[in-house]
């Protein structure tokens, strides 16, 4: 039986909501007889002892701020086995038994480790900006970088279109495009260069050798881990192809993990702090809360960091079918 006592740390990348989820679990958990502790900056704050008791006021007014109240640090050490010895004699010092993590894929690898190691009853919430989690339709922190990429590239389109510019902008997704393909549709872009999917420079050559010379403007979103490099390296090919073509480049960089969260995922990451707490009280053990239609769910955190969420293929081909540039294959699967 759990002790009723809980850690709360955010780990990895911050994303807004995950205020949301701190508050959501500390006042969940606090309604339901537990008590809970505040561990600041993530693995590194857990082994270094920096843990606090945190009470219902401590998290008012934190819910409509974007980044994590209790800060967050990458740790290698917590990567050995020495790290997580240590990190679980600081839980042993308070008592602490159970421990919510708020995180990515590389926070949920290292709590499923030291659950495993040790009598720690975890549980994942999933924070990231990137959506790429398995067993989760949706992550904290996506809706609001979505948004946020939409009202930057809706302004590079003004300036695009006093110009006839083409402009290339990058956003984060290392491995995942779900930002890209999703601002795409969103903002009316005409190519979205993911890591999902190969041979991408020949889509966006073929969209500007077919560029109408009447278009005021060309909006190229890259995800920052394709293959075929970042908005700049794919630039520079292109430049050198179509040297009459004003191209621009634009990083839009942290200010997608920044800002307001949305109403989605100040009630997503509110939702899924009040089940880390049910599942606690049920004695669940090493499973991330994840949301599925429109509710959350339990999935094992050994199968979330063994399984891949990537985007079908067809979903690209959909999203493709409502540019103004359409490929080939996209026409041949529309007919």
């Known amino acids: 039986m759990i002790n009723r006592k809980i850690g709360v740390l955010t780990s990895g990348g911050d994303a807004p909501g995950m205020n949301a989820a701190i508050r959501a679990v500390t006042r969940a958990g606090i309604n339901n007889g537990f008590e809970v502790f505040g561990i600041r900056q ?54 602490i038994d159970s421990l919510v993590v708020i995180g990515g894929d590389g926070s ?7 659950s495993v190691e040790t009598n720690i009853n975890v549980i994942g919430i999933p924070g990231t900006i990137d959506n790429d989690l398995y067993g989760t339709d949706y992550t904290i922190g996506y809706d609001t970088a979505l948004n946020t990429v939409v009202q930057a590239v809706d302004k590079i389109r003004d300036t695009a279109n006093s110009h006839n510019r083409v402009f290339f902008v990058e956003v984060m997704g290392r491995e995942a495009g779900f930002i890209a393909i999703n601002s795409c549709i969103a903002c009316g872009a005409e190519v979205a260069v993911i890591p999902e999917e190969q041979g991408q420079l ?29 908005a700049m390296e794919l630039s520079e090919k292109i430049k050198v192809e179509f040297p ?17 969260p949305s109403a989605k995922d100040r ?59 359409i490929p080939a294959e996209t026409k041949n699967i529309l007919k």
Request: contains cysteine.
């Open 42 to 95: 993530g693995y590194k704050g857990l082994m270094e002892g920096d843990i606090f008791k945190l009470r219902s006021e401590d998290v008012s007014g934190i819910i409509q701020t974007g980044g994590t109240f209790l800060q967050t640090a990458r740790s290698n050490e917590f990567r050995t086995i020495e790290g997580r010895k240590l990190a679980h004699e600081q839980l042993q010092k308070y008592n």
């Open 108 to 114: 949920f690898t290292g709590a499923n480790l030291f």
């Open 202 to 230: 020949d889509k966006v050559r073929d969209c500007l050798s077919t560029r109408d010379y009447k278009k005021k403007s060309t909006i190229i979103l890259v995800a920052e881990g394709t293959e075929e490099g970042n």
């Open 244 to 260: 009459k073509l004003e191209i621009r480049i634009s990083i839009l960089g942290h200010m997608q993990r920044g800002g307001t």
């Open 267 to 325: 009630i997503v990451a509110s939702f899924m702090g009040i089940a880390a707490v049910e599942a606690l009280l049920d004695n669940q053990k090493s499973i991330m809360i994840g949301w599925q239609n429109e509710q959350p769910v339990h999935v094992p955190l050994n199968k979330v960091i063994k399984m891949h969420k990537g985007i079908p293929h067809d979903y690209l081909l959909r999203a493709e079918s409502i540019s103004t540039f």
